[in-house]
Each structure stands twice: as structure tokens, then as C-alpha cells.
């Protein structure tokens, strides 16, 4: 069994920045790749950013390409995503997520994952 747990959210202004991160317990996480999701009101969650086992490859979703960077310290079971030029459209609840699955896996779908945190609210406000 895995827990996570987000911290870091909060209210900031557009343009602004946040660096999230999620803290793993209960089993080393250094193995298995990760992503951040992030759900709006009225919204489905939607991928923001994952991050394969070894951190060698990270993949993006295009709103937030070139803005959000997405790493981990597995000494300390934490993964991070630096959150820079926010925008009020960023606006949402952001989950972190572990997949225990080996091999070829596509970080960037939800069906992979499971293990998910509780939540963070981010807020941008214009």
C-alpha cells in the first residue's frame, strides 16, 4: 500500500508561480513513474505531467508545456512539479499519482495509475 500526500497549493496571482510536491509512505516509490493530474469544477481530471522511475523521461501536457516542470528525489520519496507562469486557467485541484506497473507504460493516462493523493487546491486569480 501507498500513501501520498500533496502539499504547496494555494492563491497566487497570474503570472505567479507554486512548486507542489508529493511525499510518498508506506513503499519506496523509486521504482514506478508518477504523474500530476488536475481537476476544475465541472471538469473531468485532465494529465498535467509525468515522470518515468529512473526521472530520465517526463512528459507534458501542451496547456502547460514550457511552464510546469515536473521532478522527483527518490532518496526522498518526494516528486515535485514547479509550477511557473500560472495562469487562471491553471486553476484546479491538483492529485499526484503511482503507478506500480513495470515495463512500457503510458504516464500520461489515468487508467495506469493507482495510487492517487488526496488533492491540492491551486487558485489564480487575474
Not at 53 to 62: L, M, N, R
Given at each position: ?51 518515468s522511475w529512473s526521472g530520465g523521461s517526463t512528459y507534458y501536457a501542451d496547456s502547460v508545456k ?5 521532478s522527483r528525489d527518490s532518496a526522498k520519496n518526494t516528486a515535485y512539479l514547479q509550477m511557473n ?42
Amino acid at each position: 500500500q501507498v500513501q501520498l500526500v500533496e502539499s504547496g497549493g494555494g492563491l497566487v496571482q497570474a503570472g505567479g508561480s507554486l512548486r507542489l510536491s508529493c511525499t510518498a509512505s508506506g513503499r519506496a516509490f523509486s521504482r514506478y513513474g508518477m504523474g500530476w493530474f488536475r481537476q476544475a469544477p465541472g471538469k473531468e481530471r485532465e494529465f498535467v505531467a509525468s515522470i518515468s522511475w529512473s526521472g530520465g523521461s517526463t512528459y507534458y501536457a501542451d496547456s502547460v508545456k514550457g511552464r510546469f516542470t515536473i521532478s522527483r528525489d527518490s532518496a526522498k520519496n518526494t516528486a515535485y512539479l514547479q509550477m511557473n507562469s500560472l495562469k487562471p486557467e491553471d486553476t484546479a485541484v491538483y492529485y499526484c499519482a503511482v503507478t506500480m506497473r513495470s515495463g512500457t507504460v503510458t504516464l500520461t493516462a489515468m487508467s495506469v495509475y493507482d495510487y492517487w493523493g488526496q488533492g491540492t487546491q491551486v487558485t489564480v486569480s487575474s
